[in-house]
């Protein structure tokens, strides 16, 4: 799936949100690769609650299948998110996305792999929303996009203003729809009162089902080791002599990927190329000889 210098390359041109979401298309390809005639992307803070048919079916006749963020309007009432946050972020929720073993759905991941390889930033104002903003170019593209409406698929902050938890069962939906599977985007089991600290339109006091679900969840994530593994830090965020990368270093180097350069173990300071000393000789802006050297990373500063 990947050879050690392509990932490496790749967690050292990407904070670990950025790299989480860069590696989608290439192992969708691998799985597809491996035979599987479909194959399907979750974001780990995601439940399943019943089989998947609601978006497995529809690749019987389509190549991608994507579920849009919301199929209600959402109130002109200045909370959030609202309808400008959707449409920064895309269209379509890639906590989800599931692709056909064909030849557009094969080509779709190239493409989004290659374009995810360069820009999968989260830069919203330049457009730019790691691998999802993307995807709002699939329907256009490609002839056979399913796009599930299915109100029990992806429920999260996004839209529970239209789809309420039945507080008799929270595996269900008030208006009866099972839960296919609930997105706990932004949620922290630290603080299961809280649903998201990317929304302020849900109040979890007039959630009785909404407020279940969380404190389930939540319970789940503190006895299965939540409270150690948040503790771990990103593997890829610093260089061998102990020098944290940043986002100046990862701009410097992604453009250098772009650009055809190749660092072996861009993490190790004495390896042979060496992307630390990439990082440190003299910009090629800096056209002025002399003992003040402006370097890539001053420069990227």
Same mark, same amino acid.
């Given at each position: 799936?990947f050879d050690?210098?392509r990932?490496a390359?790749?967690?050292?041109s %990407?904070?670990?949100?950025e790299?989480?979401t860069?590696?989608?298309?290439f192992?969708l390809?691998?799985l597809?690769g491996?035979?599987y005639?479909?194959?399907?992307? %979750?974001?780990?803070?995601?439940?399943?609650f019943?089989?998947?048919?609601a978006?497995?079916?529809?690749l019987a006749g389509a190549d991608?299948v994507?579920?849009?963020?919301?199929?209600d309007?959402?109130?002109?009432?200045?909370?959030l998110?609202?309808e400008?946050?959707l449409?920064?972020?895309g269209?379509?929720n890639?906590g989800?996305?599931?692709v056909?073993?064909?030849a557009p759905a094969?080509?779709?991941?190239?493409?989004?792999g290659?374009?995810?390889?360069r820009?999968?930033?989260n830069?919203?104002?330049l457009g730019l %929303?790691?691998?999802?903003?993307w995807?709002d170019l699939?329907p256009?593209?490609?002839?056979?996009?399913a796009?599930?409406r299915?109100r029990?698929?992806?429920v999260a902050?996004w839209?529970l203003?239209?789809?309420?938890?039945?507080p008799?069962?929270?595996? @269900?939906l008030?208006?009866?729809?099972?839960?296919?599977f609930?997105?706990?985007?932004?949620?922290d089991p630290?603080?299961?009162?809280v649903?998201?600290?990317?929304?302020?339109r849900i109040?979890?006091?007039?959630?009785?089902?909404?407020i279940?679900?969380l404190? @389930?969840?939540a319970?789940r994530?503190?006895s299965?080791?939540?409270l150690?593994?948040?503790?771990?830090?990103?593997a890829f965020g610093?260089f061998?002599?102990?020098v944290?990368?940043?986002?100046f270093?990862?701009g410097?180097?992604?453009?250098?990927?772009?650009?055809g350069y190749r660092f072996?173990?861009?993490?190790?300071?004495?390896?042979?190329p060496?992307?630390?000393?990439?990082?440190?000789d003299r910009?090629?802006e800096d056209?002025?000889p002399?003992?003040?050297?402006?370097?890539?990373?001053?420069y990227?500063?």
């Open positions: 799936m050690f210098e990932y390359g790749l967690a050292h %990407f904070d670990v949100t790299l989480s860069c590696v989608k298309p192992v390809q691998h597809l491996r035979g005639d479909r194959a399907f992307y %979750f974001d780990p803070d995601i439940e399943i019943t089989p998947i048919d978006v497995s079916d529809p991608v994507l579920t849009p963020h919301t199929t309007p959402i109130p002109l009432d200045g909370k998110p609202d400008i946050t449409l920064q972020a269209s379509y890639l989800f996305i599931g056909a073993n064909s094969r080509d779709f991941l190239t493409w989004w290659t374009r995810l390889e820009y999968c930033v830069e919203v104002e %929303f790691t691998d999802q903003k995807i699939v256009g593209m490609l002839e056979r996009v796009i599930v299915d029990g698929c992806n902050y839209n203003h239209a789809r309420r938890v039945d008799n069962d929270p595996s @269900r008030a208006s009866g729809e099972p839960i296919v609930f997105h706990y985007s932004g949620f630290r603080r299961p009162t649903l998201s600290k990317h929304q302020t109040e979890l006091d007039q959630e009785p089902g909404l279940a679900l404190r @389930r969840y319970d994530l503190m299965n080791g939540f150690a593994a948040a503790q771990i830090p990103y610093r061998s002599n102990d944290p990368s940043d986002g270093s990862r410097v180097l992604r453009r250098a990927r772009v650009e072996p173990d861009p993490y190790d300071v004495f390896a042979e060496s992307a630390w000393r990439y990082l440190n910009a090629d056209t002025n002399g003992s003040l050297v402006l370097t890539r990373y001053l990227e500063v």
